[in-house]
């Protein structure tokens, strides 16, 4: 939806053109983002670097003078991953490109070697019989459809096969690009089912296995350390600007701190927690001071179990209903192309049919006729203020936003907001070690930096507010 100016982009247009003015002058963030990603790193949960992120995150707050600058105690998982390795041994020899993937177990110590079963979907697996696929390793390859579909596979493929008898899942990367990269990233256990070792293979491998599979026979030989430890306490970290008139009233905005174990976790989520982070400095600096309180937060353990999002809802009780607007930015810092709103899109991944279950219908278009009245206003709200970051290219709305850490408080009606951009490379990156800080562009950085500060400015201080939709809320 193209902006539309209105009464909000004539009231704010002096305020906003001096954020965006002084996000695009200003290199703090970036020079943040680059001590984040090359001096801490890789920052998965459980680990010290998680917690040395957490430490220096609270003192970047404090110095850049916010107030109430605190870090949430939270207990957060602990995997490691381990040594791990796999290879197709017959009817050719050739190491796979591979990655386990988050909250896996890991095989005996002598690894598992065993036949692959190819599939390309749930209803292909559900066809087959227990005694097909008992004892073998299943492969899943649905082909590239988008992260929402794909990354069902890695998610609850491993229990699905499991429940047919296999003794170990490997599933083709989510992503589009074939650049032998394998793509991390967390399953589900159905705790009433086996557990067995999963791993990410690249896509090159996925499709190798599957042309090799049609001549005859494949035997794939895997080994996984991966295990889990005890849990660990970490914590969200979150600092504010206080609201002149309403300090009750929040407009929270923030990412995740934590990353997975390879990478510098720099789109995914440095960009994010640096980019909201310094959104919020600037309106500091500039010395704007909205009706409204802006808190920034760093929650933890986005990658593999939520903690930080589900801590922050439990620390809140009653006083969710007291945040006006939930903006989490969780998909990379590449061109901005505007501000999604409303949750109404749905969520990144589709939720699997039960076994035996026809495939689910795809999402609904997004029908405006079918909004209440406060929600087609808050579209009205959306667009006017869209209006004031045309300079940026920024200037649309789209229907849908949201993310894994405030889906909590979301699904209690808070208004959900999150930035849209061209999204070219993202799952090209993320979960991988090519997500390094060399894949944000600094200017692109900038421009979701001054879109997430004038739109959480505005949100903050205008007399209006947008409406939420109460829903159930799914891990």
């Known amino acids: 939806m193209p902006a539309v100016a209105g009464p909000l982009a004539a009231k704010y247009k002096a305020d906003a053109d001096r954020i965006l003015a002084a996000a695009m002058a200003d290199n703090d963030g970036y020079a943040a983002l680059t001590y984040l990603c090359d001096h801490v790193g890789k920052r998965l949960s459980g680990t010290p670097q998680l917690n040395t992120a957490v430490e220096w995150g609270a003192d970047l707050m404090r110095k850049a003078?916010?107030?109430?600058?605190?870090?949430?105690?939270?207990?957060?998982?602990?995997?490691?991953?381990?040594?791990?390795?796999g290879a197709i041994v017959g009817p050719v020899t050739k190491p796979l490109h591979?990655?386990?993937?988050?909250?896996?177990?890991?095989?005996?110590?002598?690894?598992i070697t065993a036949q692959v079963v190819f599939v390309r979907s749930f209803e292909a697996l559900d066809a087959m019989t227990p005694e097909q696929v008992k004892g073998k390793i299943v492969l899943f390859n649905p082909g590239w459809h988008g992260y929402g579909v794909n990354s069902v596979y890695r998610v609850a493929g491993p229990s699905r096969a499991a429940a047919k008898g296999a003794v170990a899942v490997l599933v083709r990367s989510a992503t589009g690009l074939a650049m032998q990269i394998p793509h991390t990233g967390?399953?589900?256990?159905?705790?009433?089912?086996?557990?067995?070792?999963?791993?990410a293979v690249s896509v090159e491998d996925a499709l190798m296995i599957e042309r090799l599979t049609k001549e005859g026979p494949v035997t794939v030989h895997l080994q996984m350390d991966a295990h889990m430890e005890a849990d660990v306490k970490a914590g969200n970290v979150m600092g504010e600007i206080v609201g002149s008139e309403h300090p009750e009233q929040v407009v929270v905005l923030g990412g995740h701190i934590d990353s997975w174990d390879v990478g510098q976790g720099a789109q995914d989520d440095g960009s994010g927690i640096m980019a909201t982070f310094e959104a919020v400095s600037l309106i500091h600096k500039l010395g704007l001071k909205p009706k409204r309180t802006i808190r920034i937060v760093f929650w933890v353990n986005e990658e593999n179990g939520g903690a930080g999002g589900k801590a922050y809802r439990e620390m809140l009780g009653g006083k969710v209903e007291n945040h006006v607007a939930a903006i989490e930015m969780d998909g990379g810092a590449e061109k901005?192309?505007?501000?999604?709103?409303?949750?109404?899109?749905?969520?990144?991944?589709?939720?699997?049919?039960?076994?035996?279950?026809?495939?689910?219908?795809?999402?609904?278009p997004f029908d405006e006729s079918s909004l209440s009245a406060d929600e087609k206003q808050s579209f009205v709200y959306m667009k006017d203020i869209a209006a004031l970051l045309t300079s940026i290219g920024a200037d649309t709305v789209s229907p849908g936003g949201g993310g894994s850490d405030i889906g909590p408080i979301v699904a209690d009606g808070v208004p959900a907001l999150s930035p849209r951009t061209v999204a070219q490379h993202y799952f090209d990156w993320h979960h991988t070690e090519a997500d390094s800080l060399d894949k944000v562009d600094p200017e692109d950085f900038k421009k979701n930096t001054a879109m997430l500060s004038v739109v959480a400015y505005v949100l903050a201080d205008m007399d209006g507010k947008l409406a939420g939709r109460k829903s159930v809320f799914h891990e």
Request: hydrophobic residues 35%; positive net charge.
């Open 65 to 85: 003078g916010l107030e109430n600058v605190k870090v949430q105690p939270v207990m957060v998982p602990r995997w490691v991953r381990g040594n791990e390795s």
């Open 186 to 199: 967390t399953l589900q256990y159905d705790e009433t089912m086996p557990k067995v070792p999963a791993a």
């Open 98 to 111: 591979m990655l386990g993937l988050g909250m896996s177990v890991g095989t005996p110590k002598e690894g």
């Open 336 to 364: 901005p192309l505007g501000i999604g709103y409303g949750g109404f899109g749905g969520g990144r991944r589709r939720t699997p049919p039960a076994p035996g279950a026809p495939a689910a219908a795809p999402p609904k």
